[in-house]
Antibody
């Protein structure tokens, strides 16, 4: 059974860079897209970016080039970097597995990590 | 930004049937499949329905989904107390070139 374990800094100051990593255990890493999704406190879900095992990426245009997503297939890990954070980036960040075709559902989800941006 | 519209809340008594709608457009739900997630308080979302009407293993059959054109529905038949949660629909949008979620619906069991 695929499990996702995520980690990263939980408290940032404005203008810093958010860095999160997610490790996949218990399944195949190749053949899937791997995404980051966030949820501001009390609000809905927002897809951020995805990467596949070969390093091909797609990201949400609303982040205006602040996002970098990368993959390390040797460690079955993928990472998210979000630059120039502001209070609006405060959210719970989830790593998830997508499908093989890129238009798929998300399952499973990581446990989530709350990232707070505050001066 | 949410491009799929859901009602903010629905409620029902135990045993009743509730329906959650999800409305999109020609660039998303008309062309791509819809998936549904359940988010219990304080937990990560969990896949509930995939490809419009399919239930993953372990999801009770009181949950069902359907899609027609630019609209989709999640139906809970025989509402139970443990179904009290937030529910989100999800699809892909060709104009945005990305995955999109619904605005979310809070289900309250009376």
């Amino acid at each position: 059974q695929v499990q996702l374990q995520q980690w990263g800094a939980g408290l940032l100051k404005p203008s810093e860079t958010l860095s999160l990593t997610c490790a996949m255990h218990g399944g195949s890493f190749s053949g899937y897209y791997w995404s980051w999704i966030r949820q501001p406190p009390g609000k809905g879900l927002e897809w951020i970016a995805e990467v596949n095992y070969s390093g091909s990426t797609n990201d949400n245009p609303s982040f205006k080039s602040r996002v970098t997503i990368s993959v390390d297939t040797s460690k079955t890990q993928f990472s998210l970097h979000l630059t120039s954070v502001t209070a609006a980036d405060t959210a719970v960040y989830y790593c998830v597995r997508g499908g093989s075709g890129g238009y798929s559902w998300f399952d499973p989800w990581g446990q989530g990590i709350l990232v707070t941006v505050s001066s | 930004q949410s491009v799929l519209t859901q009602p903010p809340s629905v409620s029902g008594a135990p045993g009743q049937r509730v329906i959650i709608s999800c409305t999109g457009s020609s660039s998303n739900m008309a062309r791509f499949d819809v998936h549904w997630y359940q988010q219990l308080p304080g937990t990560a979302p969990k896949l509930l329905i995939y490809v419009n009407s399919n239930r993953p293993s372990g999801v009770p059959d009181r949950f069902s989904g359907s899609k027609s054109g630019t609209s989709a529905s999640l139906v809970i038949t025989g509402l139970q107390a443990e179904d009290e949660a937030d529910y989100y629909c999800q699809s892909y949008d060709s104009s945005l070139s990305g995955h999109v979620f619904g605005t979310g619906t809070k289900v309250t069991v009376l």
